[in-house]
């Protein structure tokens, strides 16, 4: 009954939406002498045809442009006239057009970027107005190129750690891939490649991230203010783009580094229409293994390894359509027992223009998580364990630049997830372990959504929009009733194809910005998020035994509320781009897990789970310079997160462990000359808050700590300086060969940070306890080789 | 459960690969003082004990105070006997050495102490010894060369019942298993109502088994509320790490009114296997 009434109400409100949009794009002032027309095109990279995400166009005399979307296309409703438009992106050269448009009219542009333009080391440019005046904040861009910059653990260049050092974002435990976005839980970020969510973005218990920075064109995240076109998660969305490969000329580049060796290749199918990328990455850390003195370390396995492959073909000017995928392995072993997990996504999309203003895409989505552990046959207890995590997604946007002052989006999409949490049999003709299998959760999760972009006027930018998302679970399954001690008291049977639960939400997405005078304006924005999937880890680095759990009869989904407020200037003498954030999150039947919860193996795990509420609020500082010979980042958060579980901590609040009031980062790449460049970062954060004892008992000749309040110390402070060199080869005309050696060290200082604090007795004297801390990384420095041709 | 443990095992391995660790001083703060029952009713005929101790500082260094003069009675449902503190201010309370429990019996402790604490004289608490039928067929040893340890392997028939065991090994006359990281507990999933076929249930150290030994393997059943208990005091004694270990919690307990530790009642059977230099021989040590 009560779902009858919300789709009703969600349907009516979408159509009073729908026509008053329809309305105030019909209500513009089109006259007969002042007539609308349309301008648009493709922006690309010159040297390789590959789109630009994000790039500018800025039209004068309406002191307003557009930006590019993810496939590179803009489009925008001018008057008749005269304008000059100025097409930019940072790290290439401007150009300029001057237009008399009588028609409707396709500019495609190709830029030139810094790097191919001889004997200038860097361009100066301006900071983008058009961050200034768009509804859309809490976003951070990254290119690629600026994340090559940073240093890097073992050299590895990682787009994951990259993140963690924009304000707002938290790493969840030291060299780990998990992090939270203002206060929330690791599971709360979609991690997209080419659209396709990827479960798990580790490699190597999360030291390294599964994106090949060599097969990666950039990365943007949204901590708040999450556009209507994502669903799914209450966080944030880290939305990853592959390369689409070069379509004028087969080039590559790769690298030798200290732990793994990377080639990518691209090229044409057919020029200037259709190219390809191919990438892989393969480390060798086994290799190292073997020098150690330990004969049991040496006789481990351990490796990752992983390929990208993309390819688009332009059929004609209105379609294109492109294929990527990912595949990923980690593999540990030796003769006693074996680990491996890994991700493997594939994507097919297909852009349509309909017209020149309205612009869609279709995707096919695959994406799947899965893992096995494991006792090799011959060994006593020999057991195999495999888990997987299978989402097929299929879905559709459409972009309607319909008039002047409004851009409307709207789309459907659909994914099927089927989770098998866990499957574990002994193996060998004399097991004695029979085989035990946790049933499969299988659920539907639907979408749509429309949102419009509404210039208001000259100073005030809107953008409004609604989602409705949907969840079902569906049969066969056993749901099982759980009384308020989360006692199991029933179970109820559904058949195959049954749809015995559904959820709906609507979540709507309102922002707004005013702009003060050409350099800062002030943005303010609502969203309310939905998430029905969920991930069963109480662990904060997190190992690759990842369950996911949809919500069902005894979980709600989570939602979350977010409230930002910010002021953003740029100080065009210096090319700065500052920015200063607030933001307030709710986070409504927030997930947690009872004390000693046990998550894997477990049919009955919906009665380890706890339900409560989280929140967190706080301010990001940052000072973001993109261009020049000094450029990157400085980055200062308070930010608080607390969470109150009835059954947890006796019901009262407490910080939760990624709380951690103070974070600075510091990223810096200075160019000594054009062959020479420095990079630093710094971080420092306060330390996260844990749970010590407070006291002790003896049973038998075992010490067993007591505990008072959840998270009410800290560990010492983390803070950790890496710095690198990269020296390039002197560049000869004619040659195609570019070299460059990177030089890097993590932890420059050597800083102890903690990973994690252990109490333990003394062997011989169990009563004499100590606390012991444990610590990764020392110093770590490392050399890598890359190379273009 | 064998194969989490399994799992845990492994990653603490690979974390191990990469990390280092330091002793360092951290200052904690004081808790208040509870008292710690620590008592076992066992099937074997035999003087059984009860524990009263109290917590204490976590840095506190030495044996835990013990509460003595308390007085203590047992009572299975048809008879209330009071346990004799042996010796007396030892803390320790003792059945007569001719007691044993009966399995299906519901057992209940009562404690009055002289001194209050936590503002409680009075605690309770109660166990029903599981009916589970326990029987061993035998027991063997293996040698594992690579760590130089031995399996202890267990051939024994489980009941089609859900059951929950506690394992331990003495070799000779001295208890190995006097430590949570020693001893073992699992329940039945992974062999429910099957022969357990030499599954490894218990690990010696190389130097802990010799040729002429008597290794005694002891198979408990216990209630799952010991099970859980005693998994808990495995992960709150044991080594944590961020990888795997949830936020660290309080034990559970069964003592009433504050109390912590754990009052239990469980059947139990042994076999013994002498090493002889036959057995030795099989062993591939």
Redesign the interface.
């Known amino acids: 009954m009560l779902q009858e009434y919300i789709r009703k109400l969600f349907l009516s409100a979408l159509i009073l939406l729908l026509s008053l949009m329809v309305l105030t794009v019909k209500a513009s002032d089109e006259t007969p002498e002042r007539k609308y027309l349309t301008l648009n095109g493709f922006i690309r990279d010159a040297g390789s045809g590959e789109t630009l995400i994000g790039a500018t166009v800025y039209i004068e005399p309406t002191s307003g442009g557009t930006i590019t979307n993810t496939y590179g296309y803009y489009s925008v409703r001018l008057y008749s006239g005269l304008y000059t438009l100025t097409y930019s992106y940072v790290g290439y050269e401007k150009q300029y057009r001057t237009i008399n448009m009588l028609r409707d009219t396709t500019i495609n542009v190709d830029l030139v970027s810094a790097e191919q333009l001889l004997g200038e080391v860097v361009v100066k440019g301006e900071a983008a107005t058009e961050r200034i005046s768009k509804a859309q904040m809490s976003v951070n861009k990254l290119e690629i190129k600026s994340i090559r910059q940073i240093p890097a653990l073992m050299g590895e260049v990682d787009l994951i750690k990259a993140i963690q050092l924009l304000p707002g974002v938290q790493a969840t435990?030291e060299?780990?891939s998990g992090f939270s976005v203002r206060g929330g839980s690791p599971d709360q970020n979609l991690i997209l490649l080419d659209e396709a969510l990827v479960y798990n973005p580790s490699h190597l218990?999360g030291?390294f991230s599964v994106f090949n920075n060599d097969a990666i064109k950039g990365v943007e995240l949204y901590k708040g203010d999450i556009p209507p076109m994502y669903g799914g998660r209450l966080s944030s969305v880290v939305d990853v783009r592959m390369n689409e490969g070069n379509s004028k000329k087969f080039s590559g580049q790769g690298g030798i580094g200290t732990i793994s060796s990377r080639l990518m290749i691209e090229g044409p199918i057919q020029k200037d229409r259709s190219s390809f990328m191919l990438a892989g990455r393969r480390t060798y850390a086994d290799l190292f293994?073997a020098l150690s003195s330990d004969e049991?370390?040496r006789e481990n396995t351990?490796y990752f390894y992983d390929f990208n492959g993309k390819a688009n073909y332009t059929l004609d000017d209105k379609n294109r359509i492109f294929l990527s995928g990912y595949f990923g392995q980690d593999v540990?072993s030796n003769?006693?027992?074996g680990?491996g997990w890994g991700n493997q996504t594939f994507t097919a999309r297909w852009n349509h223009l309909f017209n020149n203003l309205l612009f869609s895409n279709f995707s096919l989505i695959y994406s799947r998580f899965n893992y096995n552990?494991g006792?090799p046959e011959g060994q006593?207890?020999a057991?195999d364990?495999t888990a997987s995590m299978k989402d097929v997604t299929a879905k559709s946007d459409f972009t309607w630049f319909a008039g002047i002052n409004h851009t409307l989006r709207f789309g459907v999409s659909g994914t099927w997830h089927v989770f098998s949490p866990g499957k574990?049999k002994?193996i060998g003709s004399?097991?004695?372990?029979?085989e035990?299998e946790m049933p499969k959760n299988r659920s539907l999760e639907t979408g749509i959504y429309l949102s419009n972009d509404h210039k208001i006027s000259e100073r005030l930018m809107l953008k409004y929009g609604l989602r409705f998302s949907m969840l079902n679970n569906v049969g066969k399954a056993t749901v099982y009733t759980f009384d308020e001690d989360f006692k199991r008291v029933d179970s109820a049977n559904y058949g195959t194809g049954k749809i015995y639960n559904t959820y709906t939400g609507l979540e709507p997405r309102i922002s707004l910005a005013y702009t003060l005078d050409e350099f800062s304006s002030v943005k303010a924005a609502y969203t309310r998020n939905v998430q029905y999937i969920h991930l069963a880890q109480?662990?904060?680095?997190?190992?690759p035994?990842d369950i996911w759990f949809s919500s069902s009869p005894n979980v709600k989904p989570q939602k979350g509320d977010q409230f930002s407020l910010g002021y953003f200037r740029n100080i065009r003498e210096a090319s700065l781009e500052t920015s200063l954030e607030g933001f307030y999150k709710l986070n409504h039947n927030a997930i947690d897990?009872k004390?000693?919860?046990?998550l894997?193996?477990n049919e009955y795990i919906e009665g380890e789970f706890r339900f409560g509420k989280a929140w967190s609020y706080g301010l990001e500082l940052l000072f973001k310079r993109s261009e020049g010979r000094l450029n990157g980042w400085v980055s200062y958060t308070w930010s608080r997160t607390f969470r109150q579980i009835d059954a947890i901590n006796n019901g009262i609040k407490y910080p939760a462990?990624y709380d951690r009031p103070h974070d600075v980062s510091i990223v810096l790449n200075y160019e000594l000359s054009k062959r020479v460049s420095l990079g630093a970062n710094w971080v420092y954060a306060t330390g996260s808050a844990v749970?010590?004892?407070?006291?002790?008992?003896?049973?038998?000749?075992?010490?067993?700590?007591?505990?008072?309040d959840?998270?009410s110390y800290r560990l010492p402070d983390y803070h950790r300086l890496d710095v690198s060199v990269t020296l390039r080869s002197k560049e000869k005309p004619g040659r195609k060969w570019q070299g460059e050696w990177n030089f890097s060290a993590y932890n420059a200082y050597n800083r102890?940070n903690?990973?994690?604090?252990?109490?333990?007795?003394e062997l011989d004297n169990?009563?004499?306890?100590?606390?012991?801390?444990?610590?990764?990384?020392?110093i770590v420095p490392s050399i890598t080789y890359n190379f273009k041709f | 459960?064998?194969?989490?443990s399994?799992?845990v095992?492994?990653?603490i391995l690979?974390?191990a690969?990469?990390?280092?660790?330091?002793?360092?001083?951290?200052e904690?703060?004081?808790?208040f003082?509870?008292i710690?029952v620590?008592g076992t009713i066992t099937s074997d005929t035999t003087a059984h004990r009860v524990r009263l101790?109290?917590?204490?500082?976590?840095?506190?260094?030495?044996?835990?105070p013990v509460v003595a003069e308390a007085i203590v009675y047992l009572d299975n449902g048809n008879q209330k006997i009071q346990l004799d503190e042996t010796p007396v201010g030892s803390g320790v309370y003792q059945t007569p050495a001719d007691y044993y429990g009966i399995p299906g019996t519901a057992y209940q402790l009562e404690i009055n102490i002289k001194e209050p604490i936590g503002d409680q004289d009075f605690f309770t608490a109660s166990n029903t010894m599981p009916e589970t039928a326990l029987s061993i067929d035998s027991i063997s040893l293996?040698y594992e060369p690579?760590?130089e340890i031995w399996?202890v392997?267990l051939y024994a028939l489980d009941p089609p019942t859900t059951d929950f065991y506690r394992i331990d090994v003495q070799v000779n006359d001295l208890l190995i298993s006097?430590?949570?990281?020693r001893?073992q507990v699992t329940d039945d999933?992974?062999?429910?109502g099957?022969?357990?076929?030499?599954?490894?249930v218990s690990i010696l150290r190389k130097d802990e088994v010799n040729v002429g030994d008597t290794v005694t393997l002891l198979l408990s059943s216990i209630t799952e509320d010991y099970y859980?208990f005693f998994?808990?005091?495995q992960?709150?004694?044991g080594?944590?790490?961020?990888?795997?270990?949830?936020?660290?919690?309080?034990?559970?307990s069964n003592i009433k009114e504050g109390g912590?530790?754990?009052f239990a009642a469980m059947g139990r059977a042994r076999k013994t296997l002498i090493v002889t230099d036959e057995v030795w021989t099989n062993t591939g040590r």
């Open positions: 435990a060299g780990g218990m030291f293994l049991q370390i351990l540990f003769d006693f027992f680990l552990l006792v006593p207890n057991f364990w574990a002994g004399e097991t004695v372990f029979n035990l109480n662990s904060t680095a997190g190992t035994l897990f004390d000693h919860a046990e894997l193996l462990t749970t010590f004892p407070t006291g002790r008992f003896k049973i038998g000749n075992t010490i067993v700590p007591v505990y008072s959840r998270n102890k903690p990973w994690v604090i252990n109490f333990q007795s169990p009563d004499v306890t100590y606390a012991e801390m444990t610590y990764l990384f020392a | 459960m064998k194969t989490t399994t799992a095992v492994i990653l690979m974390s690969l990469f990390s280092c660790t330091e002793r360092i001083d951290i904690l703060k004081e808790n003082r509870r710690v620590e101790t109290t917590t204490t500082n976590y840095f506190y260094g030495e044996e835990p293996e690579t760590f399996f392997k006097d430590t949570a990281s001893a999933r992974f062999f429910n099957n022969n357990t076929n030499g599954l490894t859980r998994m808990q005091l992960m709150e004694s080594f944590s790490s961020p990888l795997f270990s949830g936020p660290p919690a309080n034990v559970t912590l530790g754990f």
